[in-house]
């Protein structure tokens, strides 16, 4: 069993920057792949990024590419989401969720835990 809790939402004029934070119970953090979801009212639950167990490989989607940066320490069992040059469209609410098998990308019914959620609004 692992519990995940984000923080470091918030509220930010676009163009500027937060850091998200998950940190992951448990002494298996590190043999899980982790992933950044992001849901806005009315909307989808929908990918943001990934990356393996051992913060070699990530993946982004299109619209934070570029912008957006995932990272992981496991010695302290926290996965990061660095996130620059926000803009309003970025409002929702991130989720981060842990992948026992290393498989799941982008889809998140292949996710096996889930974290509460962290509010993160852009104004413009």
């Known amino acids: 069993q692992v519990q995940l809790v984000e923080s470091g939402g918030g509220l930010v004029q676009a163009g500027g920057s937060l850091r998200l934070s998950c940190a992951a119970s448990?002494?298996?953090?590190?043999?899980?792949?982790m992933g950044w979801f992001r849901q806005a009212p009315g909307k989808e639950r929908e990918f943001v990024s990934a990356?393996?167990?051992?913060?070699?490989?990530?993946t982004y989607s299109d619209s934070v590419k570029g912008r957006f940066t995932i990272s992981r320490d496991n010695a302290k069992n926290t996965v990061y989401l660095q996130m620059n040059s926000l803009k309003p469209e970025d409002t929702a609410v991130y989720y981060c969720?842990?992948?026992?098998?290393?498989?799941?990308?982008?889809?998140?019914?292949?996710?096996?835990?889930w974290g509460q959620g962290t509010q993160v609004t852009v104004s413009s």
């Open positions: 969720a842990a992948d026992k098998m290393g498989m799941a990308g982008f889809r998140p019914y292949k996710y096996d835990y």
């Open positions: 990356i393996s167990w051992s913060g070699g490989s990530t």
């Open positions: 448990g002494r298996t953090f590190s043999t899980y792949a």
